[in-house]
């Protein structure tokens, strides 16, 4: 894939911030890089990752983690996710958005789509985790969802 293509809608689909009960086993992986050089991951579940449309996605993230930290000061890094039998890499610039610390939002502008894939194997999961307490989470993710819907204006 080239910089003018977009994340598939397979991608999209995942992570459009609808039906969150039926989506606790949907993961992402962000990454960044650390203050020294070093390679950092989140996980991110369904509800801390919403795509606005194929080519601007937005993540939640807490205050005080490294990936916030890195965000804030590198501007920019990768997100990744299954699809469609393969792995998709999302590169993307981040934009803070103003507003209340809790819990913080990042505007990512998409930049860069590449898939990875092998042609003996099909990707069905990047990773996987079980929620210690799912109504719980999926209600968080619920709110986080909804903040992430409505940009803030200045």
Known sequence: MTQSDPLPPEWASQFDGTHLED???VA?????????????????????????DLRRVSVCLWPASR?????????????YAAAVGAVWEAKFVAVLRAGPNTPVI?????????????????????????????????????????????????
């Open 23 to 25: 989506k606790l086993h």
């Open 28 to 52: 992402a992986m962000l990454a960044t890089v650390d203050a020294e050089g070093w390679p950092h991951l989140a996980y991110l579940g369904a509800g801390e990752v919403l795509v606005h």
């Open 67 to 79: 990936t916030t930290a890195n965000l804030q000061r590198v501007g920019r890094g990768v997100l």
């Open 106 to 154: 990042f505007d990512f502008d998409v930049t860069e789509v590449h898939r990875h894939a092998a042609p003996y194997a099909e990707v069905t999961a990047l990773i996987g985790f079980r929620l210690g307490d799912p109504p719980a989470t999926v209600e968080r993710w619920r709110q986080q969802i909804e903040k992430m819907r409505h940009p803030r204006t200045l």
